[in-house]
């Protein structure tokens, strides 16, 4: 059975509503309602491989400061968000930690890093 995917982009503030239409094997057929070339690579980028930046916190080792705010040093793949969730619960962050430090290594092998996105002197 075709199906057919809507999907906003995110391109550029107009926010065009794009609709996919797909065939029965899922190869896309048309592709309405973008109205430039880079919304519609956007548009199948995000059906075939959505990719996000995932801001969290890791605990530290200080109850006066018990959560350090991190982030990934790049997008990474939507399915690898819980693996990379789970990575982050033995954590526990000494300071002192300078913006930018990477907490865990090639997160839940996403290929990015987790690191920090403040100072903390402790
Ligand atoms: S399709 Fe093009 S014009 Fe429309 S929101 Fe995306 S980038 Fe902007």
Not at 53 to 64: E, G, H, I, K
Not at 67 to 92: H, N, S, Y
């Amino acid at each position: 059975m075709a199906a057919s995917e809507t999907v906003i982009c995110i391109g550029c503030p107009l926010g065009c509503r794009v609709v996919v239409s797909l065939d029965k094997k899922g190869n896309v057929t048309r592709i309405k309602g973008a109205q430039c070339k880079q919304g519609e690579r956007y548009v199948l980028k995000e059906l075939r491989e959505p990719v996000r930046t995932l801001t969290t916190t890791v605990r530290t080792m200080d109850d006066a400061y018990p959560l350090l705010p991190v982030r990934t040093t790049r997008p990474v793949l939507k399915t690898l968000m819980a693996d990379i969730m789970r990575e982050t619960v033995g954590v526990r962050v000494k300071p002192p930690v300078r913006c930018g430090k990477v907490i865990i290594a090639d997160v839940a092998g996403s290929g990015a890093d987790l690191a920090a996105t403040t100072d903390w002197k402790g």
